[in-house]
């Protein structure tokens, strides 16, 4: 038997059927997800626990348990939203309790807090600095944290208005057969940052913030020559961008605004031979005072826990293939096909 295996036992109190019962799910749904999630084995008989695994994790489990016992006081448990406190459970930094659980956005629609320490991190740092990078996979709640900040920076009238930017590049598909104008034919690749902002603020207002220009959505071409001042921009899929397309948007902010440029760069639809200007703006502007980045990891992820699964299988898919290329280009010292400069 592995020597770090315990068994460790706990109670739950006070035992209230209600919540018990809320707290394990349908089934115990909510405690298989645990046991599943963090390879830790749940024994109970009413309110007491004996939890079966490594050392390592079952004061997590008994943490999580606890801290989600504490929320079936006012909230109903899902599936999702045990899955959303797994993932906090799974940072470092949750576990030895450095997490800050003080930061939210306000919104008209409620508080939104970021989960997990690297989530707090990035929100900080909008808060902090002017120009910020929150830069990973998918799932991650990079670009919707970002417009809740904006959100929230429009609410307290720290800014006047929001743009919402976007590359116009196809990632497959051609933007020339859809009707209208570049702007209106790149509206439908701004969704997610549509569905964010109905969320926080509700379809009808938002609607007359965009009719009154207090919410901007454009192309990144057309922010060629403007100065941004007083304005909360939010650059999505930046992956997208050229070297001179990043560096003409960070050279637009003006005075009293933020920007939060998103992107991934495991995702980059432009075409062979073009450097991306997220990728190359990494290195640049890497000890720049002001400016933040936040590297978001596949653990980070808060969809679905197999989209954090398809993340990790792709990212060792492609170290593989780095990995197989590199060995095959490097020539051995022996052999007669390799050249050196003098002999060129």
């Known amino acids: 038997m592995n020597t770090s295996t315990e068994h460790h036992h706990f109670t739950l109190e006070p035992f209230e059927a209600r919540r018990f019962a809320n707290l394990c799910g349908q089934f115990d749904e909510h405690l298989r997800l645990i046991e599943q999630r963090l390879a830790v084995e749940i024994r109970n008989r009413g309110n007491q626990f004996e939890l079966v695994g490594d050392k390592r994790h079952t004061q997590n489990v008994e943490n999580l348990l606890r801290r989600l016992y504490r ?9 999702e939203l045990v899955h959303l406190f797994l993932q906090e459970s799974a940072m470092v930094e949750l576990e030895a309790g450095k ?19 690297n989530q707090q991190r990035y929100v900080k740092a909008i808060l902090d600095n002017d120009i910020n990078f929150g830069i990973g996979p998918a799932g991650t709640g ?4 970002a417009v809740a900040a904006a959100v929230d920076a429009l609410e307290r009238e720290q800014v006047r208005r929001i743009l919402l930017v976007r590359p116009a590049v196809e990632a497959g598909e051609k933007l020339g057969f859809l009707p209208g104008d570049l702007a209106q034919k790149i509206d439908p690749y701004l ?8 969320e926080m603020l509700g379809f009808e207002h938002v609607a007359r913030l965009i009719e009154k220009q207090v919410i901007e959505i454009a192309p990144l071409a057309y922010m060629r020559g403007r100065t941004l001042n007083n304005s909360f921009i939010i650059l999505d899929e ?13 050279t637009r902010i003006g005075f009293g605004s933020t920007a939060v440029i998103t992107g991934d760069i495991t995702q980059v639809d432009l075409p062979r ?3 991306s200007g997220l990728a190359h703006v990494i290195k640049v502007l890497k000890d720049v005072p002001g400016i933040s980045f936040t590297h978001f990891q596949p653990k980070d992820v808060v969809r679905h826990p197999l989209v954090q699964r398809i993340v990790e299988a792709y990212e060792r898919f492609e170290d593989e293939q780095a990995t197989s290329r ?3 280009h490097v020539p051995a010292d022996n052999d007669p096909g390799a050249r050196t400069d003098d002999h060129a």
Request: hydrophobic share 30%; glycine share 6%.
């Open 99 to 117: 997490a800050d659980a003080g930061v939210a956005l306000r919104t008209k629609k409620g508080m939104i807090r970021p989960r997990g320490a």
């Open 142 to 145: 990079k670009t919707y944290l």
């Open 238 to 250: 930046s992956q997208n961008t050229t070297l001179e397309q990043m560096k003409m948007f960070l």
């Open 326 to 328: 590199s060995n095959r």
């Open 71 to 79: 929320e079936t006081k006012s909230v109903e448990l899902s599936p």
């Open 273 to 275: 031979g073009t450097k």
């Open 191 to 198: 969704r997610p940052l549509y569905d964010a902002l109905y």
